[in-house]
C-alpha cells in the first residue's frame, strides 16, 4: 500500500505564499514519481506540477511555471508545492499523487492519491 496525506492548505491573500505538503507512507522503497493537481468547484481535475521519482525532473502546467515550484525529501518520503505570488483563480482543493513515472501531467497514469487540502486565495 502507498498512502499519500496533504497539510498545508489554507486561506491566504492574493500576493501571498503557501507551501503544501504531501507524505508518503507504506510501500515507500516503490519508486514513484509524485504530482500535484488541483480541481475548483464545476472544474475538472487539472495538472499542477510534477517531479520525477529522482527529483532530477520537475514539470509545470504553462501557465504557473515561475510562480510554483515542486520539490521533494527521500529521507523524509515528503514532497512539497511552494506556492508563490497566489491569486483567486488558484482556489481549489489541491491532491498530491504518486505514480510509476511516465505521462506525469496526465491524471489517469497516477495509482494513489491523497485526500486533498483546501487553498483559498483572497482578495
Known amino acids: 500500500q502507498v498512502q499519500l496525506v496533504e497539510s498545508g492548505g489554507g486561506l491566504v491573500q492574493a500576493g501571498g505564499s503557501l507551501r503544501l505538503s504531501c507524505v508518503v507512507s507504506?510501500?515507500?522503497?516503490?519508486?514513484?514519481?509524485m504530482g500535484w493537481f488541483r480541481q475548483a468547484p464545476g472544474k475538472e481535475r487539472e495538472f499542477v506540477a510534477a517531479i520525477s521519482w529522482s527529483g532530477s525532473n520537475t514539470y509545470y502546467a504553462d501557465s504557473l511555471k515561475g510562480r510554483f515550484t515542486i520539490s521533494r525529501d527521500g529521507a523524509k518520503n515528503t514532497a512539497y508545492l511552494q506556492m508563490n505570488s497566489l491569486k483567486p483563480d488558484d482556489t481549489a482543493v489541491y491532491y498530491c499523487?504518486?505514480?510509476?513515472?511516465?505521462?506525469?501531467?496526465?491524471?489517469?497514469?497516477?495509482?494513489?492519491w491523497g485526500q486533498g487540502t483546501q487553498v483559498t486565495v483572497s482578495l
Open positions: 507504506g510501500r515507500t522503497f516503490i519508486r514513484h514519481a
Open positions: 499523487a504518486a505514480g510509476p513515472g511516465s505521462s506525469l501531467s496526465s491524471a489517469s497514469n497516477y495509482d494513489f
